[in-house]
């Protein structure tokens, strides 16, 4: 999940992630789906995440065994594992694999995380393509995701205003006040 929340890439990209791949400071990913080539530099959490894991085989992501996630069979290994724990810690009801695709977009899934770094990285003040340098999507697609996410988040309203008041552009603003207050007189001395 911190892997995924720290880069934006898709499911198939981070399970075949390998050790080579990571610098120390820089992940160097190319993606599966876009063939694009991303440097993506490594957050400190994430870099704090990765150089404290045991390097048990080539990937980064594996097994408790050390086997990858993913065979050239199957790929869904992972997501099972994800699906399963969701329940147990009860995000997803028991019947979640018997649900319709509708009843399932009301719960996380792995997928949603990829949008989710992005309107994380939004609510940071990160431009769109920086955003898309990161996650490697086209600015199209960044725009698309923060339009539909991005509506009205609270972080959102804290830091726009937090720059309205500090910007000398809306110093004339942050002055305006109204006039004088018209003191009205207490019930007692018009007694």
């Known amino acids: 999940m911190i892997l995924a929340l720290h880069t934006g890439q898709r499911y198939g990209d981070l399970i075949r992630l390998e050790w ?30 990765l150089d404290g894991m045991p390097r048990q085989g080539t990937n980064i992501l594996t097994r408790a065994d050390g086997r990858p996630w993913f065979t050239d069979a199957n ?20 019947n979640y694999g018997a649900l319709t695709q509708q009843e399932k977009s009301r719960f996380l899934r792995f997928n949603d995380l990829r949008g989710t770094a992005v309107t994380l990285l939004a609510e ?17 697609s960044a725009t698309r995701i923060l339009e539909k996410y991005m509506a009205m988040t609270p972080a959102l309203s804290r830091a726009a205003i937090q720059a309205f008041e500090n910007s000398p552009a809306t110093a004339f603003a942050n002055q305006l006040q109204t006039g004088p207050q018209k003191k009205e007189q207490s019930s007692e001395k018009t007694q």
């Open 20 to 49: 080579s791949q990571y610098s120390g400071t820089t992940i160097l990913l190319r993606q599966r789906k876009t063939k694009a080539l991303l440097p993506i530099h490594a957050s400190q959490n994430l870099r704090q995440m």
């Open 75 to 94: 790929d869904k290994a992972l997501s099972k594992e994800w699906s399963a724990h969701m329940i147990a810690c009860g995000l997803r009801p028991q």
């Open 124 to 140: 940071a003040g990160c431009e769109v393509p920086q955003i898309a340098s990161i996650t490697g999507h086209t600015l199209q």
